[in-house]
Nanobody, 125 residues
Framework: QVQLVESGGGLVQAGGSLRLSCAADGRTFTSRGVGWFRQAPGKEREFVAAISRRGDRTYYEDSMKGRFTISRDNAKKTVYLQIESLKPEDTAVYYC??????????????????WGRGTQVTVSS
């Protein structure tokens, strides 16, 4: 099993930055790709970014390119999401997920096996 715990969210003013962390427990973590999703109130959960098991490949939703950076440190069993120039529309619960152990980069929530409980990001204007 893989257990994921997100942290780093909070209240921040527009234009600021946050680095979200996803700490993992489980020996198979380094064999799994990881994705970040977010869900705003009243909205569907949407894909943000994904990173391969080795961290050598990344994929971003087109609208997320530029301000979002995903990375991972397998020695620490942690995946990060750096967000720059935060906007009010970035307000959401952010989730990290581990996939089924694929070589690819998944953007569909159904292609992920394990989910964290999320961390709240609130951006004020």
């Amino acid at each position: 099993q893989v257990q994921l715990v997100e942290s780093g969210g909070g209240l921040v003013q527009a234009g600021g930055s946050l680095r979200l962390s996803c700490a993992a427990d489980g020996r198979t973590f380094t064999s799994r790709g990881v994705g970040w999703f977010r869900q705003a109130p009243g909205k569907e959960r949407e894909f943000v970014a994904a990173i391969s098991r080795r961290g050598d490949r990344t994929y971003y939703e087109d609208s997320m390119k530029g301000r979002f950076t995903i990375s991972r440190d397998n020695a620490k069993k942690t995946v990060y999401l750096q967000i720059e120039s935060l906007k009010p529309e970035d307000t959401a619960v952010y989730y990290c997920e581990a996939d089924y152990g694929t070589l690819g980069l998944q953007r569909n929530k159904n292609d992920y096996a394990y989910w964290g409980r999320g961390t709240q990001v609130t951006v004020s204007s």
